[in-house]
């Protein structure tokens, strides 16, 4: 079973409108990591959170990790066109030993 | 889907010596990608390697130390040269194409003393 979950698998949002894409893992997770990825390039590094709780920003993207360290929350605020991607969760967890996982990713389209 | 194998799965190296990381791929792709996770950092990409051309390195990565090879649509390498213990971190090699999302390699965990 895939360790890191994401939803929506896709999401086709008209422009000025918000989003939220949603990562959830039934581990308790040492980091995790958002990531974006334009067709047919590298990820992108968008940012990283470790502490229960801990909330980032960047533009017009927020990022937020829950208390348990198990489900983080990517909110774009009225988006755009260059937003769209696909975005994908990243996570590294202690098993034994450190083990890093991806999430499935989110297509995003912004219709202008 | 593509699945994604690299050699060595490990490895613990001296400083001063080169390794040489192999990523193989179960069917023909245009791209593949290396990338680093130094511990407790986020996945940074390190260069793009298409067949048939020279890789493209991002910013703080040369080729000098990280020289790639893409002989075929199947396999790449990626040497870490001249390692110091800053050297010490997880390399992946991911495939991707088109709208597709990437897939990534078990990753190499190297330890440099």
């Known amino acids: 079973s895939q360790e890191l979950e994401q939803s929506p698998q896709s999401l086709i949002v008209q422009e000025g409108k918000n989003l939220t894409i949603n990562c959830t893992s039934s581990?308790?997770?040492?980091?995790l990591y958002w990531y974006k990825q334009k067709y047919g390039e590298g990820l992108i590094f968008l940012m990283m959170?470790?502490?229960?709780?801990e909330e980032k920003s960047h533009e017009k993207i927020t990022a937020k990790l829950d208390e348990k360290k198990q489900q983080s929350s990517l909110h774009i605020t009225a988006s755009q066109p260059s937003h769209a991607g696909i975005y994908l969760c990243?996570?590294?967890?202690?098993?034994?030993?450190?083990?890093?996982?991806f999430g499935t990713g989110t297509r995003l389209k912004v219709l202008a | 889907s593509a699945v994604i194998s690299q050699k060595p799965s490990r490895d613990i190296c001296q400083r001063g010596t080169s390794l040489t990381i192999q990523c193989q791929v179960d069917?023909?792709?245009?791209?593949m990608f290396w990338y680093r996770q130094q511990p407790g950092q986020s996945l940074t990409l390190i260069a793009t390697?298409?067949?048939?051309?020279?890789?493209?390195?991002e910013s703080g990565f040369v080729i000098d130390k990280f020289p790639i090879s893409r002989p075929n649509l199947t396999f790449s390498t990626l040497t870490v040269s001249n390692m110091s213990p800053e050297d010490s971190s997880i390399y992946l090699c991911?495939?991707?194409?088109?709208?597709?999302?990437?897939?990534f390699g078990p990753g190499t965990r190297l330890l440099v003393l």
């Open positions: 581990k308790t997770l040492y980091g």
């Open positions: 959170l470790q502490k229960g709780g």
């Open positions: 390697a298409n067949q048939g051309s020279e890789a493209t390195y």
């Open positions: 991911s495939v991707g194409s088109g709208q597709e999302t990437q897939y």
């Open positions: 069917s023909q792709v245009t791209m």
């Open positions: 990243g996570a590294d967890y202690f098993s034994g030993t450190y083990k890093y996982i």
